[in-house]
């Protein structure tokens, strides 16, 4: 585990309420922890100096643009160092790859990406093989159905607050250029004002701020998290694909309202695949997250089977919008298709 830098009370706090909305002002942070908004500018960029928070983005639930997520778990094989570098750097610059991680367990690799039909799935899959597969002694691939985010309660309070989620049936929604354009921006930094937006768009301040809104109350931006290094703070991740023998709509309420109540678990996933559902927490120690799951199986053992455990000790990407350059490219195009048509 890496080196701690020193934390106190306020520090914490200041990520914790970033973490719950990464955008919040300096006058309001510093409001809700107790500081002047000076003392928490000084404090915010020290967090990001020492490594502490490495980003901030926007959550886009992005199968109301069309897109669904699939999971797949790689074990490799006959890898050097360097080969496995190389590896990570083909996920880490796929456009449809939202979060690529090291681990440890049954499998070396998770990576999920994006499609909007198994076709693109297919042509995923086949391009791995085909660029990193001499290395890929086997691979699981789950689709994921819905995706509930608990935040850091170990943080903070969190009673009361939304939990976002994205996935399950939901209304198809139509993005133009412009919001492309923004959507962009949020999700390679949350933290960006509205006034560097509209400079780097061509639009004026008031209308970035209405289209950031709109964004908001369709569903689309579900909520603007902090990435934070879990070794800084002295955390670390851990996840377990859980089986079960079926789960019904009062089970599942059950499982949300458990996993609410456990500060360490940030994110439940419903899956389909080789297991049901993965229960994910930013635990102390190994020790901790088996208390978790012990609490998991005796609250469930009516439906629960089985669960295998990994342990995540690297994430190599996290971005909620990586077709951002291919959706805009696409509107470009038909734009200025349009306009040699007329």
């Not at 991680?101 to 990576?111: C, H, K, P, T």
């Not at 170990?154 to 009673?159: F, H, K, P, Q």
């Not at 934070?228 to 851990?238: A, E, Q, W």
Request: aromatic content about 10%; hydrophobic content about 40%; proline content about 2%.
């Amino acid at each position: 585990m890496k080196k701690m830098p020193k934390l106190d009370k306020k520090d914490f706090r200041i990520l914790h309420e970033l973490d719950y909305n990464a955008r919040m002002g300096l006058k309001e942070l510093g409001k809700k922890v107790g500081l002047s908004p000076q003392t928490a500018k000084y404090r915010l960029d020290r967090l990001r100096r020492e490594g502490v928070i490495k980003g901030s983005m926007a959550v886009v639930d992005f199968h109301r643009l069309g897109f669904y997520t699939y999971r797949v778990y790689l074990r490799l094989q006959k890898a050097t160092e360097k080969e496995e570098k190389v590896i990570v750097d083909y996920f880490v610059a796929h456009p449809k790859t939202i979060w690529v991680v090291g681990a440890s367990g049954r499998w070396d690799m998770e990576v999920v990406f994006l499609a909007k039909n198994p076709i693109q799935v297919n042509g995923f899959l086949r391009g791995m093989k085909g660029e990193v597969g001499e290395w890929v002694k086997n691979y699981s691939m789950s689709p994921a159905m819905v995706n509930y985010h608990f935040g850091r309660a170990y943080l903070g309070e969190a009673e009361g607050r939304k939990t976002p989620k994205y996935g399950g049936e939901v209304p198809a929604e139509e993005l133009d250029l412009a919001d492309l354009r923004i959507l962009r921006e949020l999700s390679l930094d949350a933290r960006v004002s509205n006034q560097e937006i509209a400079g780097k768009v061509g639009m004026s301040f008031n209308a970035v701020k209405e289209r950031i809104r709109g964004m908001e109350r369709r569903g689309i931006i579900q909520a603007y998290r902090i990435f934070i290094d879990l070794g800084r703070i002295g955390r670390t991740f851990y996840k377990a694909m859980v089986s079960t023998g079926g789960v019904g709509e009062e089970e599942e309420k059950r499982m949300v309202s458990f996993c609410m109540r456990e500060d360490s678990i940030v994110y439940l996933v419903e899956t389909a695949g080789e297991w049901d559902l993965e229960v994910e927490a930013e635990v102390r120690d190994e020790e901790e997250f088996r208390g978790i799951m012990g609490r998991f199986r005796n609250a469930f053992s009516g439906v629960m089977r089985d669960y295998e455990v990994l342990h995540i000790y690297r994430e190599h990407k996290i971005n909620y919008f990586p077709m951002a350059d291919e959706m805009i490219a696409e509107l470009e195009g038909a734009g200025r298709v349009k306009k040699r048509s007329a």
